[in-house]
């Protein structure tokens, strides 16, 4: 999950309404009835290994690092246990691997010290973990225990602003947007069928606007040009 880079609001020449929102989500949902993050893990512990592996970083990235770690290491304690060297040496393929080795080890230390190795279910004690900010915070809340968070990307910054579905001139604006303007029915999985058209479909520099399932209720003024 690359980290986010804030781009000009590109073109909503006025918001969706609630019947355009509606259909958005029915139409995504229809395509992929049960989105699911493309990092890969087995256990809670192993996602928030990822998430904060992923700054700045793709999600092939990551999985090809962590298919390599997480045999050898995937709990708090063998994290630890395999030291801060070795650590680098299975994530050195991924961008920023010296800070991200640092901010994992003392991610692991606080887990095994002050919550007996169980990665929390609480946005203040996860965003106190070095390295886990609010959009960390909200994939693990919303991936690993299903709450209806979004953690807001480069990706759905982009959407928010462009398609009309909750314009923000910061990811925190668009977060709350998100979050008051999509229908509760779709809240838990919107995270992820966001992302995904983002990085599919939604581009940044091309959106496929013709090869798009809900341009019909997208207000990107560019569309089909």
């Not at 029915?26 to 989105?35: E, M, V």
């Not at 900010?133 to 910054?157: C, M, W, Y």
């Amino acid at each position: 999950m690359t980290n986010l880079k804030i781009e000009a609001a590109d073109g909503a020449s006025k918001p969706m309404t609630a019947a355009q929102i509606e259909s958005f989500f029915t139409i995504l949902r229809a395509a992929n009835p049960q989105p699911v993050t493309e990092l890969e893990y087995t256990s809670v512990f192993e996602l928030l290994a990822a998430v904060l592996l992923s700054a700045q970083a793709t999600d092939v990235a990551v999985n090809k690092a962590t298919r390599r770690l997480f045999p050898v290491a995937n709990t708090p304690q063998k994290i630890v246990d395999l030291g801060f060297e070795k650590l680098e040496s299975y994530i050195q393929t991924i961008g920023l691997y010296h800070a991200k080795a640092k901010h994992l080890m003392q991610t692991c230390r606080i887990l095994i010290e002050q919550h007996q190795s169980i990665v929390p279910r609480n946005r203040d004690a996860l965003e106190a973990l070095p390295g886990v900010g609010r959009k960390t915070a909200n994939v693990i809340l919303n991936s690993a225990f299903g709450e209806p968070t979004i953690a807001v990307d480069t990706h759905l910054f982009r959407l928010g602003n462009r398609t009309g579905l909750a314009a923000g001139k910061t990811p925190l604006a668009v977060e709350l947007a998100l979050l008051k303007r999509i229908p509760k029915e779709f809240l838990v999985d919107s995270h992820h069928w966001l992302i995904l058209h983002g990085r599919y479909v939604c581009t940044a520099r091309s959106p496929n606007c013709k090869a798009c399932a809900v341009s019909s209720a997208c207000q990107f003024r560019g569309q089909f040009a």
